[in-house]
């Protein structure tokens, strides 16, 4: 196989600075057992903010054993420092064998990345929607039992309740976004145009997503409204969105 990396002329110019070395490195430490490198998220494009935002990446190998992991240690712990989170390593057989585990996570990697080393994995990995169905339901009726018990751990704080909820929807995005995909609908890539989409679709209020969405950086209230008042909504329309995501009919 060519040893040479690939497309880093499309990465953001500091990605492609911070990357080159350590990729470069890991290609010397793995050799021929690594068959795929793939940089997803923020890190392949204009979202991505210098100092701020990670990088990260998936790992195909041939074959994988802890002594696989033990070898890249020194090179992680230098890349944490950089932002570079630690890989996410498979092999392809894995990667085959867990797609109706996380259907999610793949199409989110999937939409969003760029091969720079190898084969691209996901070009032949199938997604099963009936997987991919089970799966967003499951994120939203566990996300609905882990807001009524955290409530009870918080609710007599203000900002516990407002960083509540605005961790719980940024967590939800990708289930959003796979929702629509579930519909057969055009996913648009802005998340707002996501939250504004989902109501359209269901007939939930997205005027509350969408109001926690836009004050994220707020310390105290959402949308100039009583976090409590908000978090009372967001439950709701979470519940409505379960209901209806049961009665999706795979293809």
Not at 181 to 207: D, Q, R
């Amino acid at each position: 196989m060519d040893k040479r990396l690939i497309n880093t002329e499309r990465l953001p110019e500091t990605v492609k600075k911070i990357l080159s070395p350590y990729l470069e490195e890991l290609l010397e430490i793995h050799g021929d057992n690594l068959l795929a490198i793939i940089v997803y998220g923020s890190a392949t494009g204009k979202d991505f903010i210098p100092g701020a935002s990670n990088i990260n990446l998936l790992l195909e190998f041939q074959k994988m054993s802890l002594s696989v992991l033990k070898k890249s240690l020194k090179l992680v712990a230098k890349g944490i420092k950089r932002k570079i989170v630690a890989p996410l390593f498979f092999t392809k057989e894995y990667m085959e064998s867990s797609s109706d585990v996380f259907p999610i996570e793949f199409l989110e990697i999937a939409g969003n990345h760029l091969l720079l080393y190898g084969e691209d994995p996901f070009v032949s990995l199938k997604i099963n929607k009936e997987h991919l169905r089970l799966e967003c339901e499951e994120q939203l009726r566990s996300k609905l039992i882990r807001l009524r018990q955290t409530y009870l751990e918080v609710g007599l704080q203000r900002r516990g309740l407002d960083r509540l909820l605005k961790d719980s929807l940024t967590s939800l995005i990708p289930v959003f976004r796979n929702i629509l995909y579930l519909k057969g609908k055009t996913v648009p890539h802005e998340k707002e145009k996501v939250l504004t989409a989902l109501g359209g679709e269901f007939g939930i209020n997205s005027g509350t997503f969408l109001a926690i969405w836009r004050d994220k950086k707020d310390n105290n209230k959402i949308g100039k409204e009583d976090a409590e008042i908000v978090l009372g909504r967001y439950i709701d329309e979470l519940f409505k969105l379960a209901e209806s995501v049961d009665q999706i009919k795979s293809s």
